[in-house]
């Protein structure tokens, strides 16, 4: 009988993304893939304005500030001009 893997679930909320030290109020859904000492990898998007998120974007780096206070280093590695929503990985 297989074993059924179990889905991670994404974590969401309200968080703020800064860009070059400017902070803007944006929603998160994060994954994470795996945390091993103490280094976590992951993935996910954030919706907010799109020319914050083009400036994201564009710098490549940025931080992403969780509803709970933790700090994360993430590159965006997407997003269409315009839109509302950017994708990023932890780093």
Do not use: W
């Not at 860009?19 to 109020?25: I, K, P, T």
């Not at 500030?65 to 933790?70: A, M, N, P, S």
Request: charged share 25%; net charge neutral.
């Amino acid at each position: 009988m297989p074993v059924a893997k179990l889905q991670k679930l994404p974590r969401t909320g309200d968080g703020v993304l800064t860009v070059a030290r400017q902070d803007s109020a944006v929603a998160f859904s994060l994954l994470l893939v795996s945390a091993s000492a103490g280094r976590k990898a992951g993935k996910g998007s954030v919706t907010g304005e799109p020319d914050i998120l083009r400036q994201a974007f564009r710098a490549g780096e940025c931080r992403l500030t969780l509803d709970d206070g933790e700090a994360l280093n993430i590159a965006v590695v997407a997003h269409t001009e315009g839109g509302e929503v950017a994708y990023f990985e932890l780093r």
